[in-house]
């Protein structure tokens, strides 16, 4: 028998699977979408909140302590930064997520990650 059609366990799941419907991290399908859509939560959540404290630390400092006005110019670079802010800050916080939830070994809320360690 080929690698590929032994029956392997999911390390989150831990159902059955063909060897190569798996990952290299051993993860099936369902799990895999799983943990994406948990760290596109988690970015999405990280990256606004981000992107908030950004704005809002600029028009406190700035609009109310300096009393600096941004000139039209510089308006388009204002939303930039906070774009890029976004953007980084959702992607670290993706990685981040799916790197422990991969690491703890279960996604979804029915993985008992404690079964497999045994
Ligand atoms: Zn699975």
Request: proline share 3%; charged share 20%.
């Given at each position: 028998?080929?690698?590929?059609?032994?029956?392997?366990?999911?390390?989150?799941?831990?159902?059955?699977?063909?060897?190569g419907?798996?990952?290299?991290?051993?993860?099936?399908?369902?799990?895999?979408?799983a943990?994406?859509?948990?760290?596109?939560?988690?970015?999405?959540?990280?990256?606004?909140?981000?992107?908030?404290?950004?704005a809002?630390?600029?028009?406190?400092?700035?609009?109310?302590?300096?009393?600096?006005?941004?000139?039209?110019?510089?308006?388009?670079?204002?939303?930039?930064?906070?774009?890029?802010?976004?953007?980084l800050?959702?992607?670290?916080?993706?990685?981040?997520?799916?790197?422990?939830?991969?690491?703890?070994?279960?996604?979804?809320?029915?993985s008992?990650?404690?079964?497999?360690?045994?």
């Amino acid at each position: 028998m080929r690698f590929r059609d032994a029956e392997v366990a999911c390390r989150s799941c831990q159902q059955l699977y063909p060897a190569g419907e798996l990952d290299r991290y051993f993860w099936c399908h369902d799990c895999r979408r799983a943990v994406r859509r948990l760290g596109a939560r988690w970015g999405r959540a990280v990256g606004l909140a981000a992107s908030l404290a950004v704005a809002a630390y600029v028009l406190i400092r700035y609009y109310l302590i300096l009393d600096v006005r941004l000139s039209d110019q510089l308006l388009p670079l204002y939303f930039l930064m906070l774009v890029i802010t976004y953007v980084l800050t959702s992607r670290i916080a993706v990685a981040v997520v799916q790197g422990i939830y991969r690491a703890r070994g279960g996604a979804r809320p029915n993985s008992r990650p404690d079964d497999a360690a045994g």
